[in-house]
């Protein structure tokens, strides 16, 4: 059984930063895709960002286009999710999630156990 396990999330000023990291208990260049969803209090999932098959391409939500960076480190089998300009909308559970083939657009074979976002402003 694949394990994502999460780590970063946090309470950060509006304008502010945070790194989200995510292990993999495989190599994560067995994933086809991996990403970033995000769900707030209320509302649907969203996906934030998602990444290519070890470094490929890369997807990104319009709402945080240009404020975050997802990357990856193959030797490390983790995931990032770079966030800059943190908004007081960007508060939610942020989910990492992988796909074994495919895109991981909207659907995941593998889900972490999340970590919590909060921005204050």
């Known amino acids: 059984q694949v394990q994502l396990v999460e780590s970063g999330g946090g309470s950060a000023q509006a304008g502010g930063s945070l790194r989200l990291s995510c292990a993999s208990s495989?190599?994560?260049?067995?994933?086809?895709?991996m990403g970033w969803f995000r769900q707030a209090p209320g509302k649907e999932r969203e996906g934030v960002a998602r990444i290519w098959r070890s470094s490929g391409p890369t997807l990104y939500a319009d709402s945080v286009k240009g404020r975050f960076t997802i990357s990856q480190d193959n030797a490390k089998n983790t995931v990032y999710l770079q966030m800059n300009s943190l908004k007081p909308e960007d508060t939610a559970m942020y989910y990492c999630a992988a796909k074994t083939a495919g895109s991981c657009a909207l659907s995941a074979d593998y889900w972490g156990q999340g970590t919590q976002v909060t921005v204050s402003s």
């Open positions: 495989i190599d994560i260049r067995s994933h086809s895709c």
